[in-house]
């Protein structure tokens, strides 16, 4: 049974930092890239970051390009994200996500953590 678990939400005022943890378990973590999406208050889950399998390549969201840094520890089946300079529009809740690589649709999907920026 494949389980993501977040870690690591609160709340924090704008300017702040904040460091997403997902642990992983149930899957070959190595073949999966895995990323972080959010979803806010009356809108849709949007993408955040993604690191693929290698641990190399990696993308993000225009607005968070700069400030958020996605990492992975293959050994220990975990994904990071680490987020600096935090804004109140970066509040929702942040999920973690596995997708096989090369395929299309993300997989597996954690249970969420909400991340809170006061102004």
Known sequence: QVQ?????GGLVQAGGSLRLSCAASGLTFSRYDMG??????????????????????TYYKDSVKGRFTISRDNAKKMVYLQMNSLKHEDT????CAAKVVAGLNYDYWGQGTQVTVSS
Do not use: N
Not at 4 to 8: A, H, K, T
Not at 39 to 50: L, S, Y
């Open 92 to 95: 929702a809740v942040y999920y």
């Open 4 to 8: 993501l678990v977040e870690s690591g």
């Open 36 to 57: 972080w999406f959010r979803q806010a208050p009356g809108k849709e889950r949007e993408f955040v970051a993604v690191m693929r399998s290698s641990g190399i390549t």
